[in-house]
């Protein structure tokens, strides 16, 4: 079954756009007229009935598709993969929860994964952490802020991933969509944006010499410079 033809979607205000598109898409693809395997319309067809830019759409179905709700094939479009679903969902909780929550939350899993990483690192975990650094730098002196906030989730999550821990690890990962929207925002409200990388050069020096409470010390501070 293909969805092209089915009742168009209204036009979407540009107050709260994703959220907005959001509960738009989620409402066709759980209202009972559609399967799984069936294809949504194209990119430019949704942008139009949506009344939406590329990037704002992409992020909509970018939270399904980390729901496993949609799958996206490159050259193939989008379909539906699943239409088992619950609202209270972790990552959909954590689209809505209170800026502050989150931080707390945060707090608590950066530590531990810093720590841990402090104790477990391998040479090969390193490698890929200043990999990541020294793109996040790079990426940020040329003024590409999305390679630069791409970069920065991928030295976190390779701290994560470091620790050996693989619950802290996909928690980690829950966290990203929001991650990457908060720094995103940051971005955006911060006339003269100031990066913190010296912080993140420490924490890195602090795993590498498994000094488990600078690590510690460095990972509060990231946050709190945020």
Known sequence: MNINNKQSFSKVPR????????????????????????????????MDELGVGRSTLRE?????????ILEVKQGKGTRIKSLNFTQDSFEVRLQHADMDHIYEAREMLDLQVAILAANRRTQEDLLKMKG???????????????????????????????????VLLDLYQSFVPILRHTLSQLILKTVDYKDNSIIHEKLFTAILNQDIEKAKEYAIQNLELK
């Open 15 to 46: 107050r709260k756009l994703v959220d907005e598109v959001l509960e738009q898409l989620q409402h066709k693809i759980f209202s009972g007229q559609y399967q799984v395997g069936d294809q949504l319309p194209t990119e430019p067809q949704l």
């Open 60 to 68: 909509a179905v970018k939270i399904l598709v980390h729901a496993n």
């Open 132 to 166: 990541h650094l020294d793109k996040r730098k790079k990426e940020l002196e040329k003024g590409n802020y999305a390679e630069y906030i791409d970069a920065d989730i991928k030295f976190h999550l390779s701290i994560a991933e470091a620790s050996k821990n693989m």
